[in-house]
């Protein structure tokens, strides 16, 4: 009888030790799964504000401006524009 309770005893022993271990192996999971949510947020915002910056960038008057300023363009008018007139014999695509 005194075998069955150390082998009952080592069972109990052995089972406690792995629930202890799972406990802390899912807290530890538990954490990681919340800094991944916690992260996954912060990218989420990052994402938006870039999303309004890059349409703040590319708004046309904006484009316009700059246009103007650092590339020293303006808009095309019949004073200034030259029609090429392609010969006759010029297909389509362009090709001699």
């Not at 052995?14 to 899912?26: A, R």
């Not at 954490?31 to 890059?54: F, K, M, S, T």
């Amino acid at each position: 009888m005194t075998r069955l309770n150390l082998l009952l005893l080592v069972a109990l022993l052995v089972s406690s030790f792995h629930l202890v271990e799972l406990q802390h192996q899912s807290r530890r999971l538990y954490v990681a799964l919340e800094r991944a949510r916690a992260e996954g947020a912060r990218l989420q915002a990052d994402h938006e504000r870039l999303v309004v910056e890059q349409r703040a960038l590319a708004a046309p008057a904006r484009v316009q401006q700059l246009a103007r300023q650092r590339l020293q363009m303006h808009p095309a008018h019949p004073g200034i524009t030259e029609y090429v007139a392609l010969p006759a014999d010029a297909g389509v695509g362009g090709a001699p």
